[in-house]
């Protein structure tokens, strides 16, 4: 097992310094934060019916928090598409949301072309790249930020940008009117967080080693399942899976008799902002998992608002991945299959 504290041998694993860029992130999103609602954006975008997200990977992140945060307040009908096309309902009433942090992500410039041709109103969110020309070809709303944060370039250590990136810009629209002070009081309460979470991340890894990490949550936190199940994959090298209450309770609590002795490790995401039955829920779905024989730790944020929880967890699980992925002995910052699959599609 790797020594975390032997920094020589940490450098050589990890010579992008990922830790360095989780170290950053509640900056980032103090950065995407501010920059974003200094962004114009014509009133008429406020004139929509439907809003569409469009992103893949890391990159629709934001849109997955948005979508849980705003729950059943959301105003507008939403999807998100990762995929090279968009539904056929698109037109002028339609906000299409084009995320990618490298900018050149071909099934959004797919998605970006075809919202040009229906007369789509859209925003943008990159680094640069081929979509940050689009957005200046075309005089979108754009949040082209410089990602000088993210030491390790790789998008999902640079999700501070994204997420909050995408919440600022629709606030700024008017479409979610989010309170003046509420996501940069989250922010200042997060970076006073940041130690303690790092160590109990770190702390945690060690019980996930040689396990199949399994997410379970509801709610606002819906979206940083995902998330965390993406992290586990990318940056941690480990395969996970993520299931959401109250639906699970529908399925998967037979699921867990057999095979017996699995490597499963089941970890519950847990607010005290959640409802009364989801809480409930919560408690009685890991008493069933503990009944079959299944290891199970509860990760409760300690937040005072949504934003104080999505953001714990976003760090949270930004670290316990990384320190995962170093456990393996694992570079975290780079994709290997990832890219041999991208190497031989571009082939053909």
């Keep these: 097992m790797l020594n975390f504290d032997n920094t020589e041998e940490l450098q050589k694993i990890d010579p992008q310094n990922t830790i360095g860029s989780v170290d950053l992130l509640a900056e980032q999103c103090e950065t995407a934060w501010n920059e974003s609602n200094k962004i114009t954006v014509p009133v008429i975008y406020r004139e929509i019916k439907n809003i569409v997200f469009c992103g893949m990977g890391a990159s ?174 990318e940056t941690g090298k480990t395969f996970s899976s993520f299931f959401l209450l109250p639906d699970l309770n529908h399925h998967l609590m037979e699921g867990l008799q057999f095979p017996k002795n699995t490597p499963l490790h089941f970890i519950t995401l847990s607010s005290r902002n959640f409802s009364e039955k989801i809480e409930k829920r919560i408690e009685l779905t890991i008493d069933v998992i503990k009944q079959n024989n299944h290891e199970v730790y509860e990760f409760k944020t300690g937040g005072q608002t949504l934003y104080d929880d999505f953001l714990e967890v976003l760090v949270y699980g930004s670290y316990l991945t990384v320190f995962l992925g170093l456990s393996y002995n694992q570079n975290p910052a780079t994709n290997p299959w990832v890219d041999y699959f991208k190497n031989k599609l571009a082939e053909n």
């Design 60 to 233: 629709i992140y934001g849109a997955l928090v948005l979508k849980a945060l705003a729950g059943r307040e959301m105003p507008f009908p939403s999807e998100i598409i990762s995929d090279y096309f968009l539904p056929d309902y698109i037109d002028n009433n339609t906000l299409v949301v084009l995320t990618s942090y490298s900018g050149t992500t071909e099934e959004v410039l797919s998605c970006a072309k075809e919202a040009k041709a229906r007369n789509a109103k859209m925003i943008v969110l990159t680094k640069g790249g081929e979509l940050a020309q689009f957005a200046k070809d075309n005089t979108l709303p754009a949040y082209i930020f410089d990602g000088k944060l993210n030491s390790t370039g790789a998008p999902r250590f640079g999700c501070g940008y994204s997420i909050l990136g995408l919440i600022g810009l629709l606030n700024k629209i008017g479409i979610f009117e989010i309170g003046e002070h509420k996501i940069s009081d989250a922010i200042s309460r997060l970076k006073e967080k940041m130690k303690d979470l790092k160590i109990q991340a770190q702390q945690n890894s060690l019980l996930l080693f040689n396990k199949i990490p399994i997410i379970l949550t509801a709610e606002h936190l819906s979206g940083n399942a995902q998330i965390l199940r993406n992290q586990f994959n």
